[in-house]
């Protein structure tokens, strides 16, 4: 009598491929992505801003960390802080700008905000610094 000889268990195929497959289409959308934007024009020599001294726009209000305004150096009230900068309009829409520094919690810089968009102000804006290094 003869056995038959026992067929060694099926491998299961590992996704290795579909893996790749992925890995590869990730890596082709990145590479894409990556070239929608141009490049700088290479003749050009950006203006290096760093040396140069700054100050705060002279119609703006500063608004310091400890939530006090100033307006062009002198102490002001922020009820009185509309009528001070009346005359800095844009299209018939009167215009502020705020400069805060950078330790005011935000949640003060949102209520002063509010509180000059109720005393009438249609837009405010927030100055801030931007660096590029």
Do not use: W, Y
């Amino acid at each position: 009598m003869q056995l038959a000889a026992a067929k060694p268990p099926a491998k299961k195929s590992e996704p290795t491929i579909a893996l790749i497959n992925v890995v590869f289409l990730m890596l082709i959308f990145f590479l894409i992505a990556g070239t929608l934007a141009p490049p700088i024009d290479r003749d050009v020599t950006l203006v290096k801003a760093s040396d140069l001294e700054g100050r705060e726009p002279p119609d703006a209000l500063v608004i310091h960390v400890d939530g006090s305004i100033t307006f062009r150096g002198e102490a002001v009230e922020l009820a009185d802080a509309l009528s001070l900068i009346g005359n800095a309009e844009e299209g018939g829409e009167a215009v502020i700008r705020l400069v805060p520094d950078r330790d005011l919690p935000a949640v003060k810089l949102v209520e002063i905000g509010n509180e000059l968009r109720r005393a009438g102000a249609k837009r405010v804006f927030i100055v801030t610094e931007r660096g590029l290094e």
